[in-house]
């Protein structure tokens, strides 16, 4: 039998063995030469040196204020190494690494000081997030959840001391109807690919404007604007009741009549006093 173009796997490192993880483990980010991060179900995270194969640092995810640990999924589904951090800065309080966490929540951490994190940031509608990516220059980190929105952060000035400032959202759009399973940013085009568990794949320019849907029966050219569907968006997005804005009718906490009844109270209060009413008040 030919095995010439077999690779073996190499033996298991020591520290996997008697300290590695003892849940599934979810995944996976390297940051090169020598670091390697893996998550599991659990919520630990374990940075690795892929050198010597020794567990450098870890850290288990911070539970969200008032919480049951029992009621909470830990579960880590995206880790992100800020390379730029992670390979020259000179700071041990300088964060380098960032996890999802529960309930739309993500948590920056320093390697130099294991589970040090530095502050907790939480997406707009509290939704779990499934993906992480940033910029080439770690300043925007786009973030994916489980009902289909993109959202975009500056980070660039965040986890750099321990002073907790927390990053501004820069955008946000809704890129699917349902969990979003893949996200990769493409920076020498300046666009972004998605993909989710509705079975769609979809471009869209890095500033969130909809190029197309893969397999739709018109083409694109990237570098043309006027071939991409934007200002549209995917119907079935469009649709969707999750793509409505917020509203307490929406939100089931205000009846129509409540709501009616209240928007001619708000009229009734802010109308112009009559001229009659105006000299009786004055007499």
């Known amino acids: 039998e030919d095995t010439w173009h077999v690779q073996r796997p190499q033996p298991s490192w020591q520290d996997d063995l008697r300290k590695g993880h003892k849940d599934d483990i979810l995944c996976i980010a390297q940051c090169p030469p020598c670091l390697l991060a893996t998550s599991?179900?659990?919520?630990?995270?374990?940075v690795w040196n892929l050198g010597s194969g020794h567990i450098q640092c870890r850290f288990l995810t911070p539970l969200p204020p008032q919480t049951d640990e029992a009621l909470v999924d830990r579960s880590v589904l995206s880790l992100v190494?800020?390379?730029?951090?992670?390979?020259?800065?000179?700071?041990?309080?300088?964060?380098?690494?960032i996890s999802?966490?529960?309930?739309?929540?993500?948590?920056?951490?320093?390697?130099?000081?294991?589970g040090l994190s530095f502050l907790l940031l939480q997406s707009r509608f509290q939704q779990e997030i499934t993906k992480l990516a940033v910029t080439q220059d770690d300043c925007l980190l786009f973030a994916a959840d489980h009902i289909g929105y993109v959202y975009v952060y500056d980070i660039k000035d965040c986890g750099l001391t321990l002073e907790q400032k927390l990053p501004k959202t820069t955008n946000f759009w809704r890129a699917h109807i349902s969990?979003?399973?893949?996200l990769q940013l493409i920076e020498s085009h300046q666009v972004l690919v998605t993909c989710s568990t509705d079975c769609t794949v979809r471009l869209w320019s890095i500033n969130g404007e909809f190029i197309g849907t893969f397999g739709q029966p018109e083409r694109w050219i990237l570098h043309i604007a006027s071939s991409w569907r934007h200002p549209a968006v995917p119907y079935e997005v469009l649709t969707d009741p999750l793509s409505m804005p917020s509203h307490s009718i929406l939100d089931d906490r205000l009846t129509l009549s409540d709501a009616l009844r209240s928007a001619r109270s708000e009229d009734s209060s802010t109308e112009v006093p009559s001229t009659e009413d105006t000299m009786v008040s004055r007499c």
Do not use: H, K
């Open 81 to 97: 190494f800020l390379r730029t951090r992670a390979l020259n800065s000179t700071s041990t309080s300088v964060a380098s690494l």
């Open 179 to 182: 969990s979003i399973s893949g």
């Open 100 to 114: 999802s966490g529960p309930q739309g929540d993500f948590f920056f951490f320093s390697l130099e000081v294991s």
């Open 40 to 46: 599991s179900y659990d919520g630990e995270i374990i």
